[in-house]
Each structure stands twice: as structure tokens, then as C-alpha cells.
């Protein structure tokens, strides 16, 4: 970076400024597959810093074109969100006090670590109910700015419903808070003559003329994160304008998310799980029909290859349950090793999760589901204590197994997050495990939130394979065309970033591309936020950042 303009931000600002190359390297990662590394990252230690460091970008862009910032809370993004060539604003060690509970309302920073977020709301006997599977490595700044989803999210949806307000610095230099506005608070937001009034005027205009357009672009599936979410940003019955729906899940690249209030719900007292093992696929559109209208907290899916990669490192999943977890999971594992033993084991292993404050009510619920699951004649369970542990075990804990275990191989996100109706699975799936599978460089683990249509297919390979690395654009172009075909999502809670963001037109259409081009230029007019995600993909700096070795 230009060492004026580096003086100017370290003279600028109370935080550390930091381009030594272990910084670098740290920071040109996320948990994506893709390598991009800063010329330089940037600890806040507070809003004004904040402010400042994008007073001095907007006014350098001028002399220096590629200059851009992008904001990094725990850095777990899959998709190569806070990945940029430029100027990193690191988020986790300044921007991490004590969240605060008020009602049922939480107050936090972005760099929160959720882990520490969740011990707070516990504590009060709530919950917020989004987390994701990387609850105990991410932070509240990824949760909001990807709307990230998990497995209750069936039940209780994602991260956009959660988020009360948003606190954040534009790209003028100054901070605002978004929340839901009803008309007469819109009217005179409208009214400033300033930044803030301009945003406003811009983006009711646009979701007034375009509403028709953007109504029919509502993803037509249980689960988004991809593109701009301009489809509930205006109520026209209600009135309420809010633009927090749209802030949500936008990665970044509106600006920068300073603090945030977050809705939380009560933990329930008591749970119960079925499980039930497929031998094929055939029957699973059925069995969903009969599940959902139980009304489960969750629905979970995950496939033989996870089971078996499971059984492969069992003492690493296992030393996650303690010494008496240990020997109680060796007992819950025998049958599964027994039936790996003689080639049985199950296609595809659903856990059917509900909770509540009755523990009669669940069981007075899970029989009857069993009674409605009678007629299909299939292998099911019902879960208790340890053996509940289990399946939750393998489900949250396989994709950081694969990340870590397998020697010269490595976890490949690039088609990790569709979303479809639950109704297509047997069909869409099959023809997607197809295409994988005529590529025999590529092993690959199907895992999924099977009550939404959204899945998780993660292929582990030797990234430094030059097969490996032209099948990957030759993959997600056939998988996508599936998906977008289908009228299915790109993704459900990972968001774009690098990988996804050129594939938007797919799902969308150009009219919605132009639109989401002019929401960033709304914000962002000199595009000085986290470019290439959301708008602007490019396909080629993608695939030239992928990353050589682990
Ligand atoms: C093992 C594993 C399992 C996962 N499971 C799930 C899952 O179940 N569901 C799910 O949704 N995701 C999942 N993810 C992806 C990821 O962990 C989540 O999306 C998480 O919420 C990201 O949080 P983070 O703090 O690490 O975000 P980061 O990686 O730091 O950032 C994510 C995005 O938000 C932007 N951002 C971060 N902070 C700010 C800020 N202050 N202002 C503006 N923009 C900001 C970044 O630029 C980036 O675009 C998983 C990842 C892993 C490694």
C-alpha cells in the first residue's frame, strides 16, 4: 500500500494498522477455498475509528482506484465474503464488550464471538435462534451480515427475523441506525436534506416502481441469503419500511455494522428426537410430508459417506463427549460399525428433533408421528440421552472433521448451500451426487437441513490437482444450472461472496442484477465497500484466487 496513505491511517486513527506478512497470510483466509490477501488490516478500536478509516478511503479512491475495505468479525465465511485485496477491518478485537439483554432484546458488537453471546442469554433463559453450526468458532457480525441460518431455523427462520436494528457506518463517513419505520417516520427520513435522507428517498423509490419485479423475484423456497433481500424491505399493507431486512445478509458491502439489536426467544424445557435410516431415496418426499406438519424444531439429513467418515475418526468425536461420553459412545457406535462391517449402512440418516415445555406433549407427539410413519415400513428410532448426543455430534461436527482430518486432502465449499423444495430432494440430489461422481478426484459428504431443501455437499480434495482445479468452474456451472432450473436458491445461509455472486444473474435474471447494481450505488457510489460480493461477481478473480496448499 502507498505509504502516505498508510501514514494517514495509522495517524488517523486509534487502532492498530498492521501489514506485516504473518498478519497478511492470517487474514487472506476465511474457510472458503479461495486465497486473497490485504495489503493491509485494520483493528478499530472504536466508531470513530471506524468512521475515520472510511473518511480517508473515500477520499483516496480518487488516486488510488482499487481501494476498497472490507469488514471481518471471526473470518468462517464459506464463501469468501471478507476476503479482499486491500484494506481488511478486523472487528473481533476491539469490537467484542459484554452484550447487553433488555427484555428480550440483546445489544451486541460485531465482534462477539457467538459462544460468548450465547452464555449471556442463557443465562436469562433465552436463546437466539439462528445460530449456526459454527456456533462455537463464529461471531455476531457474520451471523447478521450473512444472514446465517442453523437447525432450528425450520422452526423459527433466519437471522433477518431476529434483527431489531442496525447499527452502521455508510460510506459517507457517518454512522446511522436502520430500523423498521413506519410512513410518517419514512416522510421524514425523506425529508433531510442529507446522506441519510438521500438513502431513503433512492431506495422507497425503488422498491415503490419496481415492486411487481421484485415480488416475483421472492425466492420461491424456505431458505435465501443470495443477493439483496429488497423483497421485505417495504410492506405496502402495513406500511413499514425497514431496511434492516436488506442490511442483513448483504456481507458487508453496504457498509460497516457497528452494533446490532437482536430479538431472542425462551429455550425450551424438553426435547425428543426420532430417527430414521434410508436405505434409498426413494420414499424421503413422502416421509417429509408426514414430518412437517408435526411441526419439529428441526429436520436433519446426513448421508453414508458422513456416517462413515464418522466411524473413521470415532475417538476424535468422541473425546468431544468427555471420558463417560466416550464409553457410552462407544456402545451407541457398535451397531454402526457392525453394519459398516458388512456394507449396510444407511443411505441417508434423518433426525426429526422437537422441543418444548411439556415433556407429555412431545410424547404424545413422537408416537403419533411413528404411528404416521407405520404404513412406509422404515428402520426408526427414538433417541435418548447419549445416543441423541451422537447424531448431533455427527451432524454439527463432520464438516470440521473433513476440514481437519484428512491428510492431503481438503474441504472444497463451491457447492455447499442450495436450497430446493423439499418435494424435489430425490430427484435434484441423485442428479447432482451424478455429477460428482464423474469426477473420482472429488469424495464428497451429503449433509443437510432435509425439512428446508437446503443441503450442504462439501467435497474433499488435493486442491493442488490441476483436474481438480478446472473441474471446480465446470461443477458449479452444471450444479447451478440444476438449482436455478429448479427454481431453487444458490444458497440458504452461507451467502455469495467470491464463489456465488457471479452466478446471481442464474437465479434473478438481469432485471434484478440492475437492481441490486443500483442498491450498491445507492449506499456505495464510489464502491468503496467489499467489492466483487453481491453485485459485480467475477468469476475469473475467483478461480485465479483459489488457494494453492492449506
Ligand atoms: C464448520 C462450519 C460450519 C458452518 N455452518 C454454518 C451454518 O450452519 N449456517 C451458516 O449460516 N453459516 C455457516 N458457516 C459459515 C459461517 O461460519 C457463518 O456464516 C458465520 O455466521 C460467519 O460469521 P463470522 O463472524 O465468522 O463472519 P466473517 O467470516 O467474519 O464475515 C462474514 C461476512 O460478513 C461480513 N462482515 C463481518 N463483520 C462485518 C461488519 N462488522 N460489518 C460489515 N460486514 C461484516 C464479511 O465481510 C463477510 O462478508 C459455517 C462455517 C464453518 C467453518
Redesign the pocket.
Known amino acids: 500500500m502507498d505509504k502516505n496513505l498508510l501514514d494517514q491511517i495509522r495517524r488517523g486513527i486509534e487502532g492498530e494498522v498492521i501489514e506485516t506478512p504473518e498478519t497478511l497470510t492470517e487474514y487472506s483466509h476465511?474457510?472458503s477455498l479461495f486465497e486473497v490477501v490485504p495489503e493491509v488490516v485494520v483493528f478499530p478500536k472504536n466508531q470513530e475509528d471506524v468512521e475515520k478509516l472510511v473518511r480517508i478511503v473515500k477520499e483516496n479512491i480518487i488516486n488510488f482506484p482499487n481501494l476498497s475495505i472490507?469488514?471481518?468479525?471471526?473470518?468462517?465465511?464459506?464463501?469468501?465474503?471478507?476476503l479482499?485485496d486491500s484494506i481488511i477491518?478486523e472487528?473481533?478485537k476491539y469490537?467484542n464488550h459484554t452484550p447487553t439483554i433488555e427484555g428480550q432484546t440483546a445489544t451486541t458488537e460485531?465482534?462477539v464471538?457467538?459462544r460468548d453471546f450465547e452464555k449471556e442469554t442463557l443465562a436469562k433463559g433465552l436463546l437466539f435462534p439462528?445460530?449456526?453450526?459454527?456456533?462455537s468458532?463464529?461471531?455476531?457480525?457474520?451471523?447478521?451480515?450473512?444472514?446465517?441460518?442453523?437447525?432450528k431455523s425450520l422452526k423459527y427462520g433466519?437471522?433477518q427475523n431476529y434483527v431489531e436494528k442496525v447499527k452502521?457506518v455508510l460510506s459517507d463517513g457517518k454512522t446511522y441506525e436502520m430500523k423498521p419505520l413506519d410512513q410518517d417516520a419514512l416522510d421524514s427520513k425523506m425529508k433531510q436534506q442529507d446522506f441519510e435522507g438521500e438513502i431513503y428517498r433512492k431506495m422507497f423509490t425503488l422498491v415503490r416502481e419496481n415492486k411487481t419485479l421484485i415480488e416475483n423475484a421472492r425466492p420461491k423456497v424456505l431458505k435465501n441469503?443470495a443477493g439483496y433481500n429488497l423483497w421485505d424491505v417495504w410492506n405496502e399493507k402495513t406500511g413499514i419500511f425497514d431496511l434492516t431486512k436488506l442490511w442483513v445478509g448483504?456481507?458487508?458491502?453496504?457498509?460497516?455494522?457497528?452494533s446490532a439489536e437482536i430479538g431472542l426467544v425462551p429455550v425450551n424445557k424438553y426435547r425428543e428426537m426420532v430417527v430414521i435410516f434410508l436405505p434409498d431415496l426413494t420414499k424421503l418426499g413422502e416421509i417429509i410430508n408426514k414430518i412437517l406438519p408435526f411441526g419439529p424444531e428441526s429436520f436433519e439429513s446426513y448421508d453414508d459417506n458422513t456416517l462413515k467418515l464418522a466411524l473413521r475418526f470415532f475417538p476424535e468425536f468422541a473425546k468431544k463427549l468427555g471420558v463417560s461420553g466416550m464409553i457410552q459412545a462407544g456402545i451407541a457406535f457398535l451397531p454402526a460399525f457392525l453394519m459398516m462391517f458388512v456394507g449396510r449402512l444407511p443411505k441417508l440418516i434423518l433426525q426429526v428433533d422437537f422441543t418444548g415445555n411439556s415433556s407429555e406433549e412431545l410424547k404424545v407427539k413422537v408416537d403419533q408421528l411413528m404411528k404416521e410413519l407405520e404404513p412406509l415400513h422404515l428402520k426408526t428410532q427414538i433417541a435418548i440421552g447419549d445416543q441423541e448426543e451422537k447424531y448431533w455430534l455427527i451432524r454439527?461436527?463432520s464438516?470440521?472433521l473433513l476440514?481437519n482430518k484428512i491428510r492431503d486432502k481438503h474441504t472444497a465449499p463451491f457447492i455447499d448451500?442450495f436450497v430446493i423444495d423439499p418435494q424435489k430432494i430425490q430427484i435434484v440430489i441423485p442428479q447432482i451426487t451424478d455429477i460428482l461422481a464423474k469426477h473420482p478426484e472429488f469424495i464428497f459428504t451429503v449433509a443437510g437441513h432435509v425439512g428446508e431443501g437446503n443441503f450442504?455437499i462439501i467435497p474433499i480434495v488435493d486442491i493442488k490437482n490441476p483436474a481438480v482445479r478446472e473441474a471446480i468452474p465446470k461443477i458449479a456451472d452444471e450444479v447451478y444450472k440444476i438449482i436455478t432450473e429448479n427454481g431453487g436458491s444458490i444458497t440458504?445461509?452461507?451467502?455469495d461472496?467470491l464463489i456465488r455472486t457471479p452466478y446471481l444473474i442464474q437465479m434473478f435474471g438481469v432485471e434484478m442484477i440492475k437492481l441490486f447494481e443500483e442498491v450498491k450505488d445507492i449506499f456505495d457510489p464510489q464502491g468503496i465497500?467489499?467489492p466483487r460480493?453481491k453485485v459485480h461477481g467475477d468469476l475469473k478473480f475467483a478461480m485465479e484466487h483459489i488457494r494453492e496448499k492449506w
Open positions: 476465511d474457510a472490507t469488514g471481518r468479525s471471526a473470518g468462517t465465511d464459506m464463501s469468501g465474503g471478507p479482499n477491518v472487528f473481533s469490537f460485531p465482534g464471538f457467538y439462528s445460530y449456526p453450526a459454527s456456533k468458532i463464529c461471531a455476531m457480525g457474520g451471523i447478521v451480515n450473512n444472514n446465517s441460518g442453523g437447525e433466519k437471522t452502521a441469503s448483504a456481507q458487508g458491502t453496504l457498509g460497516m455494522m457497528v454439527r461436527e464438516f470440521n476440514r448451500d450442504h440458504g445461509e452461507h451467502n461472496g465497500f467489499n460480493k
